[in-house]
Structures are given as C-alpha cells and as structure tokens.
C-alpha cells in the first residue's frame, strides 16, 4: 500500500535585511505582539499539514534560541547559506533522512508573516496532481516598462507578466537537485527559477495581495494593518 503524500516546509531565515536598515535582521522586528518569523512560522504550523518546518538560520544568529517556536517540536534548525538559494537547499538537506523524493516541499520566505493558511490549502489543492509544482503569484495592476540607461524602450505585455510570490511548492527530490545543479548560479532568485532552468515549467496559482515581503521599513505597518484585518476575517 502506497503512504500518504507527506508535506514539508522550508523557511529560509538566514538574511540580515539589509533594505530594512534596522538594527536587527528583520525577520526579529516586532510585528503585532510577536516576531516578524514568530508571526510566518505561526501561520505555517497552523495550516496543520506540515509535517515538519525546516528553517534556516545565520549561525551567527543570537536571537533564534532565544524564541520559543525554535523548540517547536515540529521545528528543524539548519544552517543558512551565503545566498536565499543556499540556505534553502540547506534546509532540504537537513530533511534528507525523513523526507522521500515525492514529498512535497513547499518553501516560504520569514519575511512574509501575513501568508493565510487558506492560501497554503489552495497551493496544494490546485497543484495536487501537477507533475512539477508551482508558486503563489500576484498580477501587476500597474503599466509595466522596460526600461534601459533611465529611457523607455518597451511596455510590456501584462497579463503574461506576474510577480512571484512564496510559498513555492515542488518535490523534494526534483527541487533539491535543481537547486544543487546551479548552485552560485546569481539566476537563482526563487524556487521556480531553479526548476525553470532545468527545462521545467512550473504552474502559477494567484495568491492573496496581503501575501507582502517585508523588505523596507514602510512594509511594516503595512503588514500589521494587513494580520489586524486577516484576524477580524478569520473571526467572523
Ligand atoms: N535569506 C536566507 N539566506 C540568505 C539571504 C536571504 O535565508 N543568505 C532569506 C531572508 O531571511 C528572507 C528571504 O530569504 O526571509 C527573502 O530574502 P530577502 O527579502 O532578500 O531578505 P534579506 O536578504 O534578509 O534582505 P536584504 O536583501 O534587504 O538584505
Ligand atoms: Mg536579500
């Protein structure tokens, strides 16, 4: 009899926010009674189909231990790596022993603590079956250029531009090898892009607009405007 298709999450942790220009890595700003990565992993761990996150941390991060969901029982430490990409695929590795090939992985940026749990099911509902995988994408509401030396030399055709979010769902196995076949590769800026240049062709399923990454100072009151308004929804 075959198992049940297990899920994983990975959450690369292991920035030090340089765009934020706070005195801390930003995923350990406050963000509604908690941590920025308090309130991400929060999220995760109650969508309730994890079977383990594994995150990446700076080893030279001092203010991980200090949180209690670091020791959440469903919570795996790994070491972070020089890029995004490097910290991933070092939270793969510390999965290695328990996770196979066909599980799911489903990675997650800590700077994105107003993911809703009913955007994780509708990533897994909508790519169950798929051979590949895919992310949470957003379309662009705004006219888009391309733009060269400060001029204008194209808009570009909208609705076939979309902008990347997280969380981003492959397999294990075909994730893990994509990201090792171009490690150091600067191209490598997502999930999908790893798989993109080994030939594949991953699926977009349209997130939700709170979905932010928190990346300069203003994202932050935006991110607890948006968690205040997704707790008043989730209530009713
Ligand atoms: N990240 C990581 N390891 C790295 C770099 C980034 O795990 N070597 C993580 C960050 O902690 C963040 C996510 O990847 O959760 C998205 O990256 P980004 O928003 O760029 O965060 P930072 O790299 O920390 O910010 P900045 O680029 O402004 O320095
Ligand atoms: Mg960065």
Known sequence: MSQPTKYWAVVPAAGVGKRMNANCPKQYLPLAGQTVIEQTLHNLLRADVFT?????????DPY?????VARHQQVITAPGGKERA???LSALKALQAQASDDD???VHDAA??????SDIHLLINTLANDP??????LSSHDTLKNVQEGSIVATLDRSHVWRALTPQ???????KSALEANEGNPAVTDEASALELQGWQPKIVEG?????KITRPEDLALAAFYLQQLNLEQSV
């Open 52 to 60: 383990a996150v594994s995150v990446a941390i700076s080893v030279e």
């Open 64 to 68: 991980w231990p200090e949180l209690p």
């Open 86 to 88: 490097d910290s991933v």
């Open 104 to 106: 799911w992985v489903l």
């Open 112 to 117: 994105r603590p107003c993911l809703m749990p």
């Open 132 to 137: 590949v995988g895919g992310i949470l994408a």
């Open 169 to 175: 769902m492959f397999r294990y196995g075909m994730l």
């Open 208 to 212: 939700r607009p709170e979905n932010i």
